[in-house]
């Protein structure tokens, strides 16, 4: 059952960067957040009731229902085109993001752990990379936080294979996800889009040698 | 102590952001300053011994903590300089002096703690802090500063994240309850060479960001040019240690394992990249505060080197960060008063300056004298006792490189500062021309003072602490 889900949430990483409107960036990144909470709630069924309620908090209600409001509240707010407008054809990108799905997988092959459950170490590298890939490869700074977002649901992953003995490292990533989350959206909301006409990374090029 | 201390900052960082009279903030100053130096001191008393379950006060955290006591005493004061010579507004002045008790407070915890998730959290707390000095002046290009600090440093600290759970996922194997330093040190051969490989590039690469080394250095540069010149002076000393730290202590875990000649390579090739993207950016460079960033980079990769050559090298390249850490921020403090004569930072502005404000200018020559590890210096010390271990170590080739990009970057660091010191520029209108009391260079030569001094006549304590806190490595 967690295999099935973890597959899930690796087709969803191929389907997000084949997508052209913003929209269905955000209701990817809400989909992924119920996933991790089928996840969670599977494999980390043994530990305390207040650990589990508290990550079961922040993949609903924070992954699933906070940060996609608070995302398309940036986007009404700050009136962006509903394009993604990356720098590559979509066809490419769905081709990258492949190739590390790929190398993922044989990346994990190589490793012979009675401890980790390998599964979880392929979706996790995979949307790290696939988070990578977004930020460089698109145009826009509100895309570059969603990619951050799904580096972040990489992390989530690594950190409930690891985290059933050690769930003081689980609430550590929880506490670094909120943070860095609603810091990074907060100085969006604020700043950039009053500062900035065109939410355009090719408007961050002032400081340069 | 370290709970009575992390409470009391909370109160006075809370207290001098909402109390915005001059008076309130001088005396909240003035306290923070007294409980800094009474933790410095009782850390110092209290060697070895760990409060709070989390905080240890050792060897590398007591030097740290030292020259971060030391150093933000000028830079509180240059910091009231700064308000009283520009637009002084109550509250961003509140939000500055906060950002930088909660910058200081989150260092000085950071350095001392013994977890490795607890430096973590504290490093963290530090990219919050930073990001608030880097927007103090607000314009469009320190919100682009301040957007791609946070975004890096989140991406980094990220990175540093994985490498933590790489590193948990090996230590639950061997049955480790916990993950703090002493216990990984203890049992680090029991550790899987694979995961601990891979926990080690996370975590350089992540911590690269706060050190100022290849690949993540690009957003420290934009900090410390956007930032205030006090501000700036700490983020190019006291935090570039931070990031040092934490590459440092995963490193003495793996030091003794059989994958510490894997981990000299890759610091290796951090370090000489480091000084190779130093050199190229500081040959063309038009910025006064960035060329000193890209310094920065390049005493870091050479830093590094020491580190990786091993032998003298370890004890070289800990004097190398504590020369340095002393050296930078009297550069910063000084290009503060270079910008209140000239009203820029482009070196084209700049000339003539031995004659509009001889003690900065001395300063500013005497300074090019100690970053280029030129003899007074005490860098030629450190940076000679670096190249003697990469030579037993065997990496000559190495060295010839190393030796060819700092011969460019002394030239094309000579020319720049020369044409400021000396040379007249076109345009620059001389009729009212801002007055700089001597009195304002003094922390500066303090600072160099303690550079020379500390080159040639370290103190016994000193060198013990040092070689304390190389004990773990191979020697």
């Excluded at chain 1, 460089?136 to 690891?162: C, D, P, Q, W, Y």
């Amino acid at each position: 059952m967690t295999n099935t889900l973890l597959i899930i949430l690796i087709i969803s990483l191929i389907y997000v960067v084949g997508a052209n409107r913003l929209y269905t960036y955000i209701a990817i990144i809400a989909f992924q957040g119920v996933v991790l909470f089928a996840v969670t709630f599977i494999e980390l069924i043994e530990i305390s009731v207040v650990n589990l309620v508290f990550i079961l908090l922040e993949t609903i209600i924070f992954k699933s229902i906070a940060i996609p409001l608070f995302l398309n509240y940036v986007i009404k707010r700050n009136n962006l085109t509903r394009e993604a407008e990356p720098y590559v054809s979509n066809f490419l990108s769905v081709v990258v993001i492949t190739a590390i799905i790929i190398g993922s997988f044989l990346l994990s092959n190589t490793i012979h752990d009675d401890h980790l459950k390998s599964m979880f170490f392929v979706a996790a590298l995979a949307a790290l990379f696939t988070g990578l890939y977004i930020i460089v490869s698109r145009r826009k700074i509100i895309t570059h936080v969603m990619g951050f977002l799904i580096i972040e649901n990489g992390v989530f992953v690594l950190s409930i294979a690891v985290g059933s003995e050690m769930p003081m490292i689980v609430n550590t990533g929880i506490m670094l996800d909120i943070f860095v989350s609603v810091l990074l959206l907060g100085i969006f909301v604020n700043r950039i889009g009053d500062v900035l006409k065109e939410h355009d990374a090719e408007q961050l090029r002032q400081l340069k040698d | 102590m370290i709970g009575i201390y992390i409470a009391l900052t909370l109160i006075l960082s809370l207290a001098i952001f909402f109390l915005r009279s001059r008076m309130a903030s001088h005396i909240v100053v003035w306290c923070f300053m007294l409980l800094q130096w009474a933790l410095t001191i009782f850390a110092f008393n209290h060697k070895y011994e760990t409060t709070l379950e989390f905080f240890t006060f050792d060897p590398l955290g007591l030097i740290f903590l030292g020259i971060l006591s030391i150093v933000c005493v000028p830079a509180f004061y240059h910091s009231y300089v700064f308000f009283n010579t520009r637009k002084n507004i109550p509250r961003e002045r509140a939000l500055y002096f906060a950002a930088m008790i909660v910058l200081v407070a989150s260092l000085s915890a950071a350095y001392l703690s013994n977890h490795i998730a607890v430096t973590w959290i504290f490093v963290e707390l530090t990219t919050l802090s930073t990001s608030a000095l880097i927007y103090h002046n607000r314009n469009e290009r320190t919100l682009e500063a301040t957007w791609k600090y946070v975004f890096v440093c989140s991406i980094s600290i990220t990175l540093v994240f994985i490498g933590i759970l790489f590193l948990t996922i090996t230590a639950q194997e061997k049955g480790l309850k916990e993950i703090s330093y002493q216990v990984l040190v203890a049992n680090a051969a029991l550790l899987n060479p694979f995961w601990l490989k891979l926990a080690f590039l996370f975590i350089f690469t992540g911590f690269t960001a706060k050190a100022g080394l290849v690949p993540m250095y690009t957003v420290g540069i934009d900090a410390k040019d956007k930032a205030p010149g006090p501000a700036g002076a700490l983020l190019a000393s006291v935090l570039v240690n931070v990031g040092f730290l934490g590459i440092f202590r995963f490193y003495e875990v793996i030091s003794n394992t059989s994958i510490v000649s894997w981990a000299n390579n890759i610091l290796i090739i951090g370090g000489l990249l480091s000084i190779f993207v130093s050199a190229v950016y500081i040959l063309r460079v038009k910025n006064l505060k960035r060329m000193l960033a890209y310094s920065g980079v390049e005493h870091m990769g050479i830093v590094m080197l020491g580190i990786a050559s091993g032998g003298a090298g370890y004890y070289a390249a800990i004097l190398h960060l504590i020369l340095h850490s002393f050296a930078k921020p009297a550069l910063f403090f000084q290009v503060d008063q270079i910008y209140r004569i000239y009203k820029s930072k482009s070196i084209y502005d700049i000339g003539n300056y031995f004659s509009y404000h001889t003690p900065g200018a001395l300063v500013l020559l005497l300074a090019f004298f100690i970053i280029t590890a030129m003899p007074p210096s005490g860098m030629f010390i450190s940076e000679f006792l670096i190249f003697r271990a990469m030579f037993e170590s065997g990496n000559i080739w190495l060295l010839v490189v190393i030796l060819i990009l700092l011969t460019m970057i002394i030239w094309s660091l000579a020319r720049n500062i020369f044409k400021m010191l000396f040379i007249k520029t076109v345009g620059f209108r001389e009729d009212h021309i801002t007055r700089i009391s001597p009195l304002e260079t003094i922390s500066q030569y303090a600072l160099l003072a303690i550079v020379i001094y500390l080159g040639f006549n370290p103190p016994r304590a000193l060198v013990n602490l040092i070689h304390e806190v190389t004990r773990n490595l191979p020697q």
